[in-house]
């Protein structure tokens, strides 16, 4: 038999479901303004919108992630998938004629974060089972660009349909992508390298090679898993979900905010906002891709605490620089590029938070992962909410800023984590 390629096959689809995960929450802050005028939004109502989603999407983090542990990440994402799109259709059932119109809109993207939370602990629990430790930084930038990707696309993608069909057409669109793009992995995808009729023996053997060696153990046999204890008293899980907190604060305001900010601030017209919007979110796909290479180079040649924990430093404080940089820029079109560099240079991080989690997590990958990006999420929630609240009182820099701020705050914790420490879990059934 011929040698295989079956983990960057599930890397690669990973990617498509991540862009896709992001095109279904990025489509609201793009059709934002729409929705804020046809259901009568002010700002401060469509922030709590946007919370509302990561509010949802935090909270159910760390259950997405021990289910997936649990149960496996090929049937968890698989419903998660079906879950999202149900609910990203659910929005163009509301209109202003809907009772208590704000609270429904609130609910349905409750309920959309909470589907939707199971995509990267998922993700993590396939780079933790089926990717050699020396790999992990490529295959975690790899799904990390599709974050960049899936948003980067949906500005064009956007407004193209919300001018020519209405928003609502957008939101179907997305509905029924995700429902394609997840079918197809449920098809593809396995839990464990030995479950999969396709790869051949020389690529289970590398794979199984490079890994702890719970990982290569089979569902339903015996796997060493952490307690949440054992979490919970973990400094590195606490350092790590500190800097991915200020992290995630900084990712969203880019996300939920950046467009708004070229279009009512800057006054770039919608179709300028929209491209400036892409460039930042290409910038944070190139980033992804870029970091995990360096990471894996740096982390093969100089150890994990250079290739992972002093590149997410570099990184997260170059972001900072950028950010404070672009507020003192006056020319709108020089202060977005900075601020996609901003976005790019963030994003340099992005797989070193993951990659550290699925080393220092082992059989419990799902779980650490889904604890440390809930600190994201809620970083991202109260970015959500606090940006125009404190856009109002001491202007967009100053949002800004505050970002800036909390991303070198984050790159410090960084310094705090020793990725080389495991945590030791016990001998427990999985099945």
Not at 4 to 11: K, Q, S, V
Not at 52 to 63: D, K, R
Request: hydrophobic share 50%; proline share 3%.
């Amino acid at each position: 038999m011929k040698n295989t390629h079956i983990r960057w096959l599930l890397i690669v689809w990973m990617f498509l479901v991540s862009a896709v995960a992001y095109l279904d929450r990025v489509n609201i802050s793009i059709a934002g303004g729409e929705i804020a005028s046809e259901f009568h939004l002010t700002n401060q109502q469509l922030g709590y919108v946007f919370t509302a989603f990561l509010l949802g999407y935090a909270l159910f983090q760390t259950p997405g992630g021990a289910l997936a542990d649990r149960l496996g990440p090929r049937k968890v994402l698989s419903l998660g998938v079906v879950w999202w799109a149900v609910f990203t259709a659910l929005v163009t059932a509301l209109s202003p004629a809907t009772g208590a119109l704000l609270v429904a809109l609130i609910a349905v993207r409750f309920f959309l974060g909470m589907g939707e939370a199971v995509v990267y602990p998922s993700s993590n629990c396939i780079v933790a089972n089926w990717i050699p430790s020396a790999e992990r930084g490529k295959a975690n930038g790899i799904i990390f660009a599709g974050v960049g990707f899936g948003s980067g696309i949906t500005p064009p993608i956007i407004t193209y349909l919300m001018v020519n069909y209405g928003w609502r057409s957008s939101f179907w669109a997305s509905a029924c992508l995700g429902l394609l793009v997840g079918a197809i992995w449920y098809l593809i995808a396995r839990d464990k390298p030995r479950q999969h009729a396709w790869i051949s023996a020389q690529e289970l053997s590398l794979i199984e090679s490079g890994l702890p060696e719970a990982a290569a153990v089979l569902p339903g046999s015996r796997n060493t898993q952490m307690s949440w204890a054992e979490i919970l008293s973990t400094p590195n899980v606490w350092a790590v979900t500190l800097s991915y907190f200020t992290y995630g604060y900084t990712a969203y305001i880019f996300f939920s905010w950046f467009f708004i900010y070229l279009n009512k601030v800057r006054h770039q017209d919608l179709k300028h906002s929209a491209v400036f919007t892409m460039l930042q979110y290409l910038s944070m796909s190139a980033g992804s891709v870029l970091g995990g290479w360096i990471s894996d180079r740096l982390t093969n040649r100089f150890g994990k605490r250079v290739g992972r924990c002093f590149l997410a430093f570099a990184a997260l404080c170059l972001c900072a620089a950028l950010i404070a940089l672009g507020m003192q820029v006056a020319d709108a079109r020089t202060a977005s590029v900075v601020l996609a560099g901003g976005a790019g240079a963030l994003y340099l991080s992005q797989s070193v938070f993951w990659s550290i989690s699925a080393d220092i997590g082992k059989g419990s990958a799902g779980s650490v992962s889904g604890f440390m990006n809930m600190g994201s999420q809620i970083g991202g929630a109260l970015t959500a909410s606090l940006t125009p609240w404190i856009a109002a009182r001491f202007g967009w820099s100053a949002s800004f800023l505050t970002a800036a701020l909390l991303c070198t705050l984050g790159a410090i914790a960084m310094l705090l984590v020793r990725p080389e420490n495991v945590v030791q879990g016990q001998l427990v059934e999985t099945g």
